[in-house]
């Protein structure tokens, strides 16, 4: 039995409780630390099972019987937290991204050499179903070798402009998911980045000094083509598709919906919106990653997403942002 801990008890850290207690048989949730937990949070926590909450994540770091921890707190913490539970001899799988700041990131990497540590980076969405389909059919050479990738990603509402002022911009907050999609899907490097964004949801959001709608072309070290395209609104839902297009064929899924009935009458033909948002569309995915993490501590075996994985997206991240200042192909070999 694996005992975990999660640092940060907002969202994703309640999510990966839940899957945890309910869903991972061969791990036991021992402790969950937040800096802001109150009395609502500790009794939401203790309806699900968790039977320790606290304020000071150091008594997880320090506690000999937890094994792993989970860092589920705020973004500019991810990093720091990771050096700590390394220090302290704890397998980390830590939320995107490690850290804004690459520098931080090879802080991260440079600490894991030398340990049999297992460090997994929270990218979920190598985890859902369609995607695993997809991946799995260019493996297997369906679609022979890849030339073009289309990902589409498009959450259904913009998020508050003081959140976007303080997120890291739209292409390490949102996108950062898509560049690593194109990783996977095309088990390739990307080489080369333009970008072109634009102000189109939300003025507030311009204001706050972020975009909200955005293209990305992307050169791979395989030579194949990739385009993602963003935007913070639509009005159906959330849009989540994937294209990988090759020399044999293509595959392809779209979004999950909440059945695949199609009504056709006299006034048209009518199907179901998209699920809402990603916590309907991905919460199998979460069970998944974290049940594979617990894995590959059990069987001593590598991890699904490593911290050079959770590295390249921000590199990627990093170039697209230049691209759009520059108005130019930017090189990955430029991003220091």
């Keep these: 039995m694996i005992s975990l801990g999660i640092i940060g008890a907002g969202r994703i850290g309640k999510v990966h409780a839940q899957s945890i207690m309910n869903h991972i048989a061969s791990a036991h949730l021992k402790t969950i630390a937040d800096p802001f937990m109150n009395e609502e949070t500790e009794a939401s926590l203790r309806a699900l099972g968790v039977s320790d909450c ?3 994540y150091k008594k997880i770091l320090n506690d ?3 094994d792993a921890v989970l860092i589920c707190s705020s973004t500019n913490t991810h990093a720091d937290i990771s050096l700590e539970a390394i220090a302290a001899g704890k397998h980390v799988f830590c939320e995107k991204p490690v850290s804004q700041d690459i520098a931080k990131i090879r802080q991260v990497m440079e600490k894991l050499k030398g340990t049999n540590l297992k460090y997994q980076v ?8 369609n995607f695993e389909a997809v991946r799995a059919a260019v493996a297997h050479g369906d679609v022979g070798d890849v030339h073009i990738v289309r990902i589409t990603s498009r959450d259904p509402a913009p998020p ?3 959140y976007a002022a303080v997120s890291g911009g739209m292409f390490l907050d949102m996108t950062i998911h898509d560049f690593d999609m194109v990783r996977y899907l095309t088990a390739s490097d990307v080489v080369e980045v333009f970008a072109n964004g634009a102000v189109l949801v939300d003025p507030l959001i311009g204001k706050a000094g972020d975009i909200d709608t955005a293209i990305i072309s992307l050169k791979m070290a395989n ?8 935007s913070r609104k639509a009005a159906y839902g959330y849009d989540q598709r994937a294209e990988v297009f090759g020399s044999k064929g293509q595959a392809s899924v779209s979004n999950d919906t909440n059945s ?12 179901e919106k998209p699920l809402y948002f990603f916590l309907e569309r991905y919460m ?7 049940r594979m993490f617990v894995q590959a501590i059990e069987q001593d075996c590598p991890v699904p997403v490593d911290i050079n994985d959770g590295l390249q997206p921000v590199l990627i991240a990093a170039a697209a942002l230049r691209s759009l200042k520059e108005h130019r ?3 990955l070999s430029e991003i220091k």
């Design 260 to 271: 695949s009935l199609i009504l056709s009458s006299e006034t048209g033909i009518h199907a």
């Design 54 to 56: 606290s304020k000071d």
């Design 160 to 162: 508050p402009p003081e």
């Design 329 to 331: 192909a930017v090189l």
């Design 284 to 290: 199998a995915s979460f069970t998944k990653e974290v």
């Design 223 to 230: 030579g194949a083509l990739a385009v993602i395209d963003n």
């Design 122 to 129: 929270g990218f979920n969405r190598r985890f859902d179903h």
């Design 64 to 66: 000999p019987e937890i």
